[in-house]
């Protein structure tokens, strides 16, 4: 999931910012230090790596990057993300940022909000579609049509990682 600075964001405003590459707002550093001193009173457990542009807040299983235009919490498709544990500081890390002036979008279901939300039943959705696929891909036979599932899964993964350090390259230039 991404969060924009700016409040409710209507989805052909995030549409606009992907295919225009449009910056939203920048998020100031006294913001960033505001939503982590937040998340410290939430009694959430996590560890903290600054680097000169970002700062990523790693969990048990998932993680929270904090870069100069965005908020994206990664997590991934494990079961033990299913948890009411993991769910509930994903809900609080979510309330959190909408709060704080925040959209947030789910690149998976296409979905934009800005308001409070049930990650629970959204990641069980997005759970649900992906984890047959996965649970197949393990399966490790020569089976060709898995084999072209994994190779385009691959792909979609490196493409992403491709166009994040584009967009990253592009903000440190500018």
Do not use: H
């Not at 606009?16 to 939430?42: A, G, H, P, Q, T």
């Not at 680097?51 to 494990?78: A, G, K, V």
């Not at 296409?110 to 047959?132: H, Q």
């Amino acid at each position: 999931m991404t969060f924009y600075n700016k409040k409710n964001m209507t989805t052909e405003e995030v549409e606009e910012f992907f295919e225009n590459e449009k910056i939203v707002e920048e998020i100031d550093s006294k913001k960033k230090l505001k939503i982590i001193d937040e998340l410290k009173k939430e009694n959430l457990q996590f560890e903290i790596e600054n680097s000169e542009n970002d700062i990523e807040i790693n969990f048990e299983t998932f993680q929270l990057s904090i870069f100069n235009n965005e908020i994206s919490i990664s997590i991934p498709y494990w079961e033990e993300n299913s948890s009411e544990k993991v769910i509930n500081e994903i809900n609080t890390i979510c309330s959190v940022l909408l709060k704080n002036g925040m959209t947030g979008y789910d690149p998976q279901s296409e979905i934009v909000f800005g308001e409070e939300f049930d990650f629970g039943e959204m990641y069980a959705t997005n759970f649900d579609k992906v984890s047959p696929i996965l649970n197949d891909i393990a399966e490790e036979d020569d089976n060709p049509k898995r084999r072209k599932i994994l190779l385009f899964f691959g792909l979609l993964v490196l493409g992403l990682a491709i166009f994040g350090l584009i967009q990253l390259i592009k903000l440190i230039f500018t």
